[in-house]
């Protein structure tokens, strides 16, 4: 429904204005969830392959301990020995103005923390199928959350868009009609006014 705005040449002035900046700014954000939507789908697609990549890695490295426990029984004293993480680092990114993290682990080599008197070849490749898992769940938590925040960008996104191309440019344009409609109707009322004086104008001076 058009705004009641007095119709003047500047209200209409004005309302074009509004009405061609609230259509930049649909362009804009129909623009923006489109580069987020594909940034969000190559982020779809890496998530599942990081998840196949988890998937297999586990069922790996649960079969590699497995077999170490047949060798070696339960190594709770092994297991204390390995170092809690600490070369994880956040950083962040930004796609469109929206922030998604970068989550990395220190590129360091896999290092045994624990002897070889009382170990084999066995746990060892258990540790390490079982450091990929963690490197690559690292690498998982991060794409989900990614894709998590890029969805809630285009919720947001394609909440405003459809403001303005459901109610405030219909709204705008309504104003701008309703104006351009008055004015041309005042012109028209002065015209005809005008029409009428020229006309009495000339019949009083034939009267003359």
Known sequence: MAEQIFPTKGNLINSKKSLDLAKVGFELLDRKRNIIVREMMVLIDRAASIQEQIDNCYEQAYLALQRAHVAHGVVDD????????????????????VEIPVLSLDPQPVELSYGFMFSSALLDEAYIKFEKVKRLTAELAEVENSVYRLATAINKTQKRANALKN??????????????????????????RLKVIKMQKHTGEKKK
């Open 167 to 192: 109610i405030i440019i219909p709204r705008l344009s309504g104003t701008v009609k309703a104006i351009t409609d008055s004015l041309e109707e005042k012109e028209r009322e002065d015209f005809s």
């Open 78 to 97: 092994i297991a204390e020995s390995v170092p809690i993480e600490t070369g994880i680092s956040l950083n962040s990114r930004s796609v469109m103005g």
